[in-house]
């Protein structure tokens, strides 16, 4: 009897021992799971936070890849290559000038490629209306009716209309309306004119060249135009002069296609750091010297 009983004390303490075996055995195991738990927590936390940083990451001038352009990768500027100093073409052929410059500047910060295509003023306009072009630069003016079909950026640079006339010519401002008067067709100074003195003493031109050539051959009176393509027509054709006598003052914008706000805003944002930093101040002093 007592070897059953030692027996069975024997078994007793192996199974207990077995128990306690069981028990060590789990706990690490439900430690390593909560330590799993919460390591993929943090890893969750930080690929959150990873998700949120990258989210919310902007830069100040809207990168190219979210903005609409006629051509991905470029943006395309219209323009009419006879309004000196603000477009014009050089012995090569190529078109420079302030808003050439201007607008190649603005194209570095979006990250784009800059085309010019050179047109008539009027189409020039038009073609940013119809999407042949994302913006236009020609010494643009903002007045009513182009607000009703294009968008505007800020102002970049000032104009004011002159008077060119010949030496000795008794044009003056008070009798315009008793004169033929020269303008480029579609711009603020043949709008100008049209309305204070009639279509009948205003000829209309493709360009400025054209207009300040019929003055010099006696066809027209006075040529009324931006004062400074004015002081270049004239630095070019003795025996031309520029009234003292302002006729407007106005400011120029780059235009764009109706409703096209994120280029808009983009263009805004990169022509403020321009002027901020001196850019478009440098730009305008390489082709206007100070007087």
Known sequence: MKKILALLLAMTMVFGMAACGSNDTKEPAAENNASN????????????????????ETTGTESAGTLTTVTDGVLTMSTNAAFPPYEMTDDSGNIIGIDADIAAAIADKLGLELEILDMDFDAALLAVQQGKSD??????????DRLAVMDFSETY?????????????DV????LGEKMIGTQRGTTGNIYCTDDYGEDHVIAY?????????????????????????????AVNPGLTILDTEYVTEDYAIGFAKGNTAL?????????????DGTVQSIVDTYITAE
């Open 37 to 56: 738990a919460e390591n993929a927590g943090s890893t969750d936390a930080a690929g959150d936070a990873a998700e949120g940083t990258t989210g919310d």
């Open 157 to 169: 640079a000032n104009g004011v209309q002159v008077i060119i006339t010949q030496e000795g010519s």
């Open 172 to 175: 003056t401002i008070d009798n």
């Open 264 to 276: 808009v805003d983009a263009v805004n944002a990169a022509l403020t750091e321009l002027i901020e």
């Open 206 to 234: 493709d360009n400025g060249i054209t207009a300040v050539q019929a003055l010099v051959n006696g066809q027209i009176d006075c040529v009324v135009i931006d004062k400074a393509p004015a002081e270049s027509f004239v």
């Open 135 to 144: 913006m236009v630069m020609a010494g643009v003016t903002v007045n009513e």
